[in-house]
């Protein structure tokens, strides 16, 4: 097998540099997949610039991967040479844990995320576990399909799991690049959805994602008018928020769930959520089997990322654009 090329980071902070390394011997569970277009997702600059504390240098960041399978290991059945399949934040797990044996992978305490302490997709090639190799649909623009497979995956995993269904009425916190998704998805859960927003300007985008009402969060006076309104609210911002007023936006057994980390630790009084019953829960990707349904409901629904693309040798660039919310929504390198 050959050498794998792609844009590494050396430091923290650093630029983006060639770089190449030798992937070694195919594992018999593994596939090689050449790559087509690989997203850029805001948990990449913070990997870039190990605000996490676990990057490890030197590394290739890239985890929204859409290409053609060209290996396969000598174990792998359910998948064919030359065909498209996206990979997200995750690249393994152990398969044999409690969570793996439940289908909630994602959970597993030997997760393998798909660039940290290995490789990702600012590359030609990348190697995953096939079971974390999801086949696209046909009609999925690979372009706009590639956040789908973690900006995706994280707005739809809590509107499955939470049980929305045509009933529910659903708000999504924050227009961006998780938020436009958020909106387009619970839309075809057949929810009720409110978009909430600093920008006003803002309101005509959102209910033409499919947002029924838009809520302006710099009007207090309105944040109030929808108390007791909603069975869930998705938070998709990375700003600290006033989550009270949001809890008392739920409707009695409502669920306030966290996506974007906000930097300051949650204030929110006690007694809101005995009265109602209510909850507040963070979530992040999902399973594999939540990747083929989500993109099988993408396609069925006509739910795509609003994209902005680049050459993957203007990685740099792109990356700077998106520390710097810059993009709408989504930068996504094309090789």
Known sequence: MSEIHGLGVHAAGAQLLPYKYDPGELGANE????????GICHSDVHLIDNDWGFSKY???PGHEIV??????????????????????????????????????????????????????????????????????PTVLDSENVAPLLCAGIAVYGPLKN?????????????????GHLGVQFAKAFGAEVTAFSTSKEKEAEAKKLGAHHFVNTRDTGALKKVTGSFDLLLSTVTADQDWGSYVNALRPKGMLCALGASPSPMQIPVFSLIFGQKNVSGSAVGSPRDLYEMLDVAARHNVKAITERFAMAKANEAVAKVKKYQVRYRAVLAN
Not at 31 to 38: A, G
Not at 74 to 79: F, G, L, P, Q, Y
Request: net charge positive; aromatic share 6%; hydrophobic share 40%.
């Open 31 to 38: 596939v090689e997949i050449k790559i087509s277009h690989c």
């Open 162 to 178: 939470y049980g929305v269904r045509p009933s529910s009425r659903v708000g999504i916190i924050g227009i961006g690049g998780l």
């Open 58 to 60: 030197p590394f290739i």
């Open 67 to 136: 290409g053609t399978l060209v290996a396969m290991g000598a174990d792998v059945r359910n998948h064919a040479i030359g065909q498209r399949v996206g990979v997200g934040w995750q690249a393994d797990s152990c398969g044999i844990c409690e969570w793996c044996r439940q289908g909630d992978e994602h959970l597993c305490a030997l997760s393998q995320p798909t660039c940290v302490g290995r490789n990702g997709g600012y590359a030609d090639k990348i190697r995953v576990n096939a079971r974390f190799a999801i086949p696209v």
